[in-house]
């Protein structure tokens, strides 16, 4: 009976570990996306699209599954060698049970915090240490990626928001000599984004302005 008694314990104790870990599972998947843009150079790319847009006022022209199916192989394309490292040094080894998944994890964050301190504003970094009571890191490594990684989000914002006010600046004057020509031939009524559209659509295709978009991206990193 104590037998019996011990075996459906243990069938129990494997059926919690079981779900414990489908539960580890499906909460991973579900911060996916969290840590795709949060670790990686999505927020950037999809900002500085968006911008592109925006500046040219051609409303859902690309669609949102344009820019961010760009934005994606764009993040895929950056990111290659830093996934690549990241495979080779923990997730091959695991998978060949080389390491633990302790040691898998150490080493795959590695690579990561090497690229996000790359792109991190010192003064981003240091608020979140200094809020946290935390010494100032002697490596890369001694980052604690709690703190990286919200310093790191907020130097992307910041840098994408600056490469889109550069793109602002010639649609804008295009929209302010529009505005001035249409005043002073007194046509109040007609709206300027109206006539300016087709210029600064002819403006981008002109100057290709696509490439230049992308090639600036991929040389920002």
Known sequence: MNDLMEILGTGEAQNVST??????????LSLAPSILILFTCFTRIVIV????????ATQQMPPNQVLIGLSLFLTFFIMGPVLAEANEQALTPLLEEKITLEEAYTKAE?????FMSKHTRQKDLEL??????????????DIPITALVPAFAISEI???FQIGFMIFIPFLVIDMVVASI?????????PPVMISLPFKILLFVLVDGWYLVIKSLLQSF
Request: net charge positive; aromatic share 8%.
């Open 128 to 141: 979140f240490l200094n809020y946290a009571n935390l010494k100032k890191p002697e490596s890369v490594e």
């Open 19 to 28: 779900s414990v870990q489908l539960l580890l599972l499906l909460t991973i």
């Open 182 to 190: 249409l005043m002073s031939m007194g046509m109040m009524m007609l």
């Open 110 to 114: 590695k690579p990561f915090k090497e």
């Open 49 to 56: 699209l968006s911008f592109v847009r925006t500046s040219l």
């Open 158 to 160: 910041k840098t994408a």
